[in-house]
């Protein structure tokens, strides 16, 4: 079945059970101590499992001296694309990549609201050709009235 959802995806890597574990591993190496990677995965401290997803380069311990020293890394920015979106109005968390707060509603993205300002604009339009076209009905049913009042005379 995931790898029936893979390949629609079109995700060419391993889908199973293994492969999100390590690979899930290997991303909290980087951020997690040893000992910290242990205890969430269940290791005995002092293991030295957690040696198999620290893979350091010179680019991660730049960029974690320059952080130790209080300079952000302008190229690779911490944001997490796995990170809750929050709302600013009820403070729900949401999937991270909703558009819209399932709680109160607004929405969470400067796309969403542009979506719902053109959808505000489409309905308007559409509201205002129903309008001309009840009227331009109205006139040819007045005039179709007359002709037939017309005849009758």
């Given at each position: ?17 293994h492969?999100?574990?390590h ?13 910290q ?7 005995v ?63 969470l993205t ?6 719902i300002?053109?959808?505000?604009k ?13 009227e ?18």
């Amino acid at each position: 079945m995931l790898d029936e959802v893979a390949e629609r995806a079109g995700i060419d890597k391993p889908v199973n059970p293994h492969h999100f574990r390590h690979s899930r591993a290997t991303y909290l190496a980087s951020r997690f101590t040893q000992s910290q990677l242990c205890e969430w995965f269940g290791w005995v401290q002092g293991s030295d499992r957690p040696a198999d997803y620290v893979h350091l380069s010179g680019r991660d311990i730049d960029a974690d001296y320059a952080r130790f020293h209080g300079i952000q890394d302008q190229q690779n920015p911490e944001e997490s694309q796995l990170a809750p979106n929050e709302c600013p109005r009820c403070d729900a968390k949401n999937a991270p990549r909703a558009k819209f707060c399932q709680n109160c509603g607004p929405a969470l993205t400067t796309e969403a609201y542009k979506e719902i300002e053109e959808g505000k604009k489409r309905i308007q339009t559409l509201e205002n050709q129903k309008v001309e076209a009840n009227e331009f009905l109205d006139s040819i049913l007045e005039q179709m009235v007359e002709r037939k009042i017309k005849q009758m005379r």
